[in-house]
């Protein structure tokens, strides 16, 4: 395989790794006081992204049409769901036929909502996906716009969006894969009374925001000459700070038309949460 150089002869994978072992923080936890915040920490980065909305707003909006494409896309699929949930859920509980009226009704109901919530939860995350897909040059204008506000990124890599686009998918449709295999836990539980309404939302929230996370900082560490392995990797070093950051902009894609006007900002968000990691600048100079 032919690899490209880069810094003194070095190879990507080679830089790569050096960029991640020096970032990757080791220690034992900072204790409950520390990740409450790292975790709000997380939350401002994407609250700083929204205000970009103010500094550079023909950029931000730039960045809302394929948000709206891929938003009209996937609220056609979710009105389509929701016209056929009746049909689903007599189809995954055909053991309630011979059960009474009120009992069988009232099982299918619960089915229904916990149907809609597993939907929603993967729908967040195809949005995001092919939004990010749709959208690789804007975003990619939102995310550098900010590194070069902040100082840039040494050694920058320019990798073209049709070389990105392959790898991109292939790690849309892993974390896609990954959401599904927690969405059937998740689903069981939310049969289950007041656990369905307590508990599955909360862990329906942690899973959506670390695999929001993992998806909005592709863009930056792409910049980096980095990978998914690599993005992982030091998002768990971070984990809260990850956590806040990403539940926070699943809990506003939940919003109506939330996913679409906040699309841009979390990428923007998402650069200062890449930059914190690499202990490089991201707040500008005063």
């Known amino acids: 395989m032919v690899r490209r150089r880069w810094r003194d002869g070095a190879s990507v994978a080679v830089v790569a790794d050096q960029q991640v072992a020096a970032a990757t923080p080791s220690g034992p936890s900072k204790g409950v006081t520390g990740v409450g915040r790292e975790f709000f920490t997380g939350v401002s980065f994407l609250l700083r992204g929204i205000g970009m909305y103010a500094r550079s707003p023909r950029l931000m909006f730039l960045g809302l049409i394929p948000a709206v494409i891929s938003g009209v896309l996937l609220f056609g ?5 929701v016209y056929f949930v009746d049909d689903l859920s007599s189809l995954v509980t055909p053991f309630a036929d011979d059960w009474s009226g009120g009992v069988r009704q009232t099982t299918r109901v619960v089915v229904s909502v916990a149907i809609i919530g597993v939907w929603l939860l993967l729908s967040i995350l195809l949005f995001t996906a092919l939004t990010l897909v749709i959208g690789q040059p804007f975003y990619e204008a939102i995310s550098k716009n900010v590194e070069d506000k902040l100082g840039g990124v040494p050694g920058e890599i320019n990798v073209s969006f ?3 686009l392959p790898r991109s998918i292939v790690d849309s449709l892993r974390l896609i894969a990954l ?3 927690f969405g059937i836990p998740l689903f069981v539980g939310g049969l289950i009374p007041i656990v369905g ?3 599955v939302p ?3 929230a942690t899973v959506g925001g670390w695999v929001l996370a993992l998806e909005l900082s592709s863009v930056p560490f792409e910049r980096r000459g980095l990978r998914f ?4 990797r030091m998002l768990k070093g971070r984990r809260p700070m990850a956590l806040g950051f990403g539940v926070a902009t699943f809990v506003c894609f939940l919003v109506p038309l939330g996913a679409v006007l906040v699309m841009p900002a979390a990428v923007a968000g998402a650069t200062l949460l890449s930059r914190r990691l690499f202990g490089q600048p991201d707040a500008a100079a005063r």
């Open 202 to 204: 909360i862990l329906g």
């Open 77 to 81: 699929g979710f009105v389509a769901m």
């Open 162 to 164: 049709w070389r990105t």
């Open 197 to 199: 309404e307590t508990v």
């Open 179 to 181: 959401t599904v295999l």
């Open 229 to 232: 392995r690599d993005r992982r």
